[in-house]
């Protein structure tokens, strides 16, 4: 069983930057696909980036590729999201994932609300 904690969250106002992080506890974290995925209200859920596992591969949504940037850190079984140029439309509650197979396990979310 694995465990993810985000956090990193806030608010920024537009044009601002955040980075989000996300520890893993349980499992092999450096066998596991990581992703950044976001759900607005009122919006589908969006799969924002993934990080294959040893960190070699990266791909973005479409409405973030060039503002955010997904990394890790295998030894400390941690998951970035340096997110920069923030929009309002950004707004959303921010969960990490973690893939291995067919098992997919979340985390609780992070908010984030860009406003002036």
């Known amino acids: 069983q694995v465990q993810l904690v985000e956090s990193g969250g806030g608010l920024v106002q537009p044009g601002g930057s955040l980075r989000l992080s996300c520890a893993a506890s349980?499992?092999?974290?450096?066998?596991?696909?990581m992703s950044w995925y976001r759900k607005a209200p009122g919006k589908e859920r969006e799969l924002v980036a993934f990080?294959?596992?040893?960190?070699?591969?990266?791909n973005y949504a479409k409405s973030v590729k060039g503002r955010f940037t997904i990394s890790r850190d295998n030894a400390k079984n941690t998951v970035y999201l340096q997110m920069n140029s923030l929009k309002p439309e950004d707004t959303a509650v921010y969960y990490c994932?973690?893939?291995?197979?067919?098992?997919?396990?979340w985390g609780l979310g992070s908010q984030v609300t860009v406003s002036s």
């Open positions: 994932t973690a893939r291995l197979g067919l098992h997919i396990y």
């Open positions: 349980g499992g092999t974290f450096s066998s596991y696909v």
């Open positions: 990080i294959t596992s040893a960190g070699i591969g990266t």
